[in-house]
């Protein structure tokens, strides 16, 4: 059964450990993700943007297939299906179809439509019992074709935020989505350090996890992060095995182009990068 995420990113702070959300985007990435998880005996969040959430078929497709795996691949760690950076519309729309947990992207609203948007979201999560993740200042990188530098959010801004009641909150620290180009600063301990002075125990959430060195990764997790978004780095893994596997040309070997053949290589890239991944966050043995 799926879970909120409220729960097990509280543990995960008291803990000093991060929850990885590892964003789906089919079968074969949902079912590598959650046996890993059960196998690695790690809480796991499942994430899903708008965009993947339309190349599914749509948000009760979603949550059918994963409800459905949960079931018969015997799945039993905490296992939360997120919409990430969701528009209000997408945030209603996936309440609806069942998820366990929401990301309203408000950070490109004005700071007052963000808190008025974000306030309504928090009552009604809070009835549904699903957890809800804001965000403050927008992250950099290339995020569903909008291209950002990775600012770094106001830490009045998101005590305002924090406050509304939501469970968990994305602040931008300079992060960004997708591959981190050669000239990337780093990301701003000082603003993370700030933010979690005004927001206490909030778990905080590191999106663009990909790319960004292991020490880092600690330090941030030292400092309140709690959840930390991985997806680039398992479209890469599972892109270099599939390469591979036709190069090698074992799609014309036998039935080397049935489709259970064709995308296992991927499919086992992906386990090994979230197993990595895991190892690096602490989630391990945390279910």
Not at 144 to 153: L, P, Q, S, T
Request: aromatic share 6%.
């Amino acid at each position: 059964m799926l879970v909120s995420a409220k729960e097990m990113l509280q543990k995960a702070v008291a803990g000093h450990y991060a929850v990885g959300q590892f964003n789906i985007n089919n079968l074969e990435w949902t079912k590598a993700i959650l046996l890993t998880a059960q196998e690695c005996n790690s809480p796991v969040i499942l994430g899903v943007s708008e965009g993947a959430g339309k190349y599914m078929a749509g948000y009760k497709t979603i949550v059918g297939m994963v409800n459905g795996m949960l079931e018969e691949l015997n799945i039993t760690v905490p296992v939360a299906l997120h919409l990430d950076h969701g528009s209000y519309d997408a945030c209603y729309k996936c309440i609806e179809a069942g998820f366990s947990s929401i990301m309203f992207d408000g950070s490109h609203y004005a700071i007052e439509e963000n808190v008025a948007k974000t306030k309504e979201l928090v009552k009604v999560c809070a009835e549904k019992g699903i957890s809800l993740e804001a965000e403050v200042g927008s992250i950099g990188g290339e995020e569903d074709g909008v291209i950002g530098m990775g600012e770094c959010a106001d830490p009045n801004e998101c005590k305002m935020i924090a406050d509304l009641g939501i469970d968990f909150l994305a602040a931008g620290i300079g992060n960004i989505h997708g591959k981190y180009p050669a000239n990337w600063a780093g990301l701003s301990f000082e603003t993370l350090a700030a933010i979690q002075e005004k927001t206490g125990d909030l778990p905080l959430v590191l999106h663009g996890g990909t790319g960004i060195p292991d020490d880092m990764i600690k330090k941030a997790i030292d400092l309140g992060v709690a959840k930390i978004n991985v997806n680039t780095e398992c479209q890469l893994v599972f892109a270099e095995a599939t390469r591979q596997y036709i190069e090698a040309g074992k799609d014309q070997q036998g039935k080397g182009f049935d489709p259970r053949k064709l995308l296992a290589p991927g499919t086992e890239a992906i386990k090994a990068k979230v197993k990595e991944k895991m190892e690096i966050f602490g989630s391990i043995g945390r279910a």
